[in-house]
């Protein structure tokens, strides 16, 4: 599935991933291929993604993030962020 997430000032990522798993207002979740359609906001948490290399290697990457929107909708992913924590 196709993942973007944009905050106001920048792009921060925008590729194919396996899955990703966010910081929900109620408590966390987690999106795979071919999930149901869904919106829902994003409290202060940790959003992550994992990708699968050619080669079989997993990779996850960890951002943290403070509040926002996610958008699934035929296996693209948009997250419209308020900020991106530093680490």
Excluded: C, W
Aim: without cysteine; aromatic residues 6%.
């Amino acid at each position: 599935m196709f993942l973007e997430i944009i905050t106001p000032d920048e792009k921060v990522f925008e590729g194919e991933v396996d899955s990703a798993t966010f910081p929900g207002s109620d408590g966390s979740f987690q999106i795979l291929n071919n999930h149901a359609p869904l919106i829902s906001t994003l409290g202060h948490g940790e959003l992550k993604y994992k990708i699968t290399s050619k080669d079989k290697k997993t990779t996850e990457t960890i951002i943290d993030v403070d509040g926002g929107v996610v958008e699934v909708l035929n296996n693209r992913v948009i997250v419209l962020a308020e900020k991106i924590l530093a680490d």
